[in-house]
């Protein structure tokens, strides 16, 4: 079967999809979790999945999608469209994506500001770009592509780091900033990334924010982290996903939404996974903050 992506069929997708989840707050979607979040019933919250785990035609993991999807908004994560990357996008990849954003019509649809290809591999990482006029330039364009294709605006996830480039000539912020008003996207800020990054490089996490465009994030991460030690003997935090929040992102987290509001907020757990418990506590933690902030608000309407 042809996998491009005809303009005609690009157009036959329908401008539908479900109801954006609000200041609401969501997990990653673990298969292992499935059986006791059916036992529970239909819940407040989402949940976020792997566009990249989903891609194949059927079989039992779109089984599962589908039985969850009856009760809950997703939240489309893709991890390996490579945004950032010198290359064209891959079409075939680009198409599957698409496919998965008209079966499901997931509320919010997501990737990341970084490259993971060359060629025909496909890295498992998300890996850093420089931020200059000629990378501006391919990541507009390279946005374009997918929202012309799911025709839908994408969030564009902020990274987390650990080198930077001499040759950048603008920051981190305001190249964001710069894509976000060419291309019309929305922007998914990780707060945990923004952590991280800050401690490996040495910057200010509250700088950050206070150039960060705020106003344009549609949905935010929260994870755990690793701690390191660089060659040198310093402090290097690792994204690792695998454990719970750490006070320092928590406490960011705040801040934002006292800036922002009430955004859909995700707890990322990819790997040493817990049982579904301890990753719904993390979540109602979330939710805590986020339901303060909705009370302020309504006390200050009021």
Same mark, same amino acid.
């Given at each position: 079967m042809d996998a491009t992506i005809r303009p005609e069929a690009s157009k036959a997708i329908p401008?539908?999809?479900?109801?954006?989840?609000?200041?609401?707050a969501g997990t990653s979607f673990k298969p292992e979790h499935l059986a006791a979040i059916l036992d529970e019933g239909p819940q407040r919250g989402f949940f976020e999945v792997h566009a990249e785990s989903y891609m194949g035609a059927g079989g039992p993991p779109h089984r599962m999608l589908e039985r969850l999807r009856r009760d809950y908004p997703f939240s489309l994560h893709g991890v390996c469209m490579s945004i950032g990357g010198p290359s064209p996008l891959n079409r075939s990849h680009l198409a599957r994506f698409r496919g998965l954003v008209a079966r499901y019509q997931?509320?919010?649809v997501s990737e990341h500001?970084?490259?993971? @290809?060359?060629? @025909?591999s496909f890295f498992n990482d998300l890996l850093p770009l420089p931020y200059t006029k000629a990378t501006l330039d391919r990541v507009c364009d390279h946005i374009d592509e997918v929202q012309e294709a799911i025709r839908r605006p994408l969030l564009l996830e902020n990274p987390s780091t650990y080198v930077a480039f001499r040759s950048s000539t603008m920051s981190e912020t305001d190249f964001i900033r710069a894509?976000?008003?060419r291309t019309g996207c929305g922007l998914l800020l990780d707060v945990s990334n923004v952590v991280v990054s800050a401690t490996n490089h040495g910057f200010s996490?509250?700088?950050?924010?206070?150039?960060?465009?705020?106003?344009?994030?549609?949905e935010v991460h929260?994870?755990?982290?690793a701690e390191q030690s660089d060659d040198e003997g310093e402090l290097l935090l690792?994204?690792?996903?695998?454990?719970?929040?750490a006070d320092p992102v928590w406490k960011l987290f705040e801040i934002v939404i006292a800036r922002c509001g009430p955004v859909p907020t995700l707890i990322e757990w990819d790997?040493?996974?817990?049982?579904?418990?301890?990753?719904?506590?993390?979540?109602a933690a979330a939710q805590a903050i986020l339901d303060r902030c909705h009370s302020m608000e309504d006390r200050h309407a009021a």
């Open positions: 401008l539908r999809f479900s109801y954006a989840p609000g200041g609401v997931p509320a919010l500001l970084a490259w993971s @290809t060359h060629e @025909t894509v976000a008003e996490a509250l700088q950050y924010l206070a150039d960060f465009p705020l106003a344009r994030v549609g929260l994870a755990g982290h690792i994204d690792s996903h695998d454990g719970p929040v790997s040493n996974i817990p049982g579904w418990p301890v990753l719904k506590a993390e979540a």
